[in-house]
């Protein structure tokens, strides 16, 4: 949902130029359009789908890893879309292709969640859609661990052709094993480069920063989702947003040894279908354990050919990001276990 021709600051976004029409009045007329088949719905509730699909039995168990994927899935209605590749077709691979991960968050599942759900996807656990552009977020989380709870929160500050769309984050908590919980958050923040919409962006983090806070403290948490933001770029702060929380980030620890890139004075973003592991993508994972779960990173992977059609065009406007994560049952957590006997 990003304007493509917005300036920068102090740099020029160098952005693959759409194919279709963009921008607010667009997507008030594809509102008009499909209004047909927009419902409201307040939903965050999870679609469990037992017979036939792919689940874990949970154990008594003290680690594991979870193979995890983060997706936008470039679900805006075909006029409008910026991804290379057909819709319904393409939606229909995602659904299958995302078999492979174990806890997937999608962003921008909006005109084409039938598609994405029932085009082949097999995860036990997914998380009822709220329904399309305006009223939803087309946010969802996939997953084959129980998912307990699940919160849909919408944005306080929006910029743009984003303010016609209830972006925002879904916050949900999984069992991963017996008496093992983690919170799991999915992202989509404002779009675009301009000062207005960088602002905004920042300010959805700190609200987001606030609400894990508050609802996951001292619980071991993952946020994965679109960012729309740079570490290189001046206009975003994430620092503000992840040190507080103390939050790693995947891409960081694997790819960066763990240094965080410097700001760029005229950074200018690549172009988003180009990425390799090692260029810093907008789609990201931060973790963070507990004092029941200590998290280990193994493999980050920027998925371009795992995403492709026939005709080598991606699925997406986007790149999928995957993390391996390994996770066990802290030492503390054990000795106060064992002291407790």
Known sequence: MSNKNLKLMHAQVIWKQPKKLTGPLAVLGIVALFAHSIKWSHSASITPVFQGTFGYDLVAATSGELSLLTYNVAGLPEII???????????KAISTRINAYDIVNVQEDFYYHRELYNGGNMHR???REKTGIPFG?????LSKYPVLKADRVPWTDCHGADCFAAKGFLYTRLEIAQDIFVDVYNIHATAADNEQAAQARNNNLLQLGRYIQKYSDKQAVIVMGDFNAHYAAHWDELPLFYEPLGLQD?????????????????????????LTDTCESIDKIFFRGSSEIEFT???YKVENRQFQNGQGQALSDHCAVSLNLGWRKSQLSKKLSTAQL
């Open 137 to 141: 977020d087309g946010l969802n989380v």
């Open 297 to 299: 990173p193994r493999s």
């Open 125 to 127: 656990y997914r998380t």
């Open 250 to 274: 995947a891409w960081v620890v694997l790819q960066k040894q763990g240094v965080t890139p410097a700001v760029i004075e005229d950074f200018t973003p690549s172009e988003k279908l180009t």
């Open 81 to 91: 879309s910026s991804a290379p590749s057909r819709r319904v077709a393409s939606m």
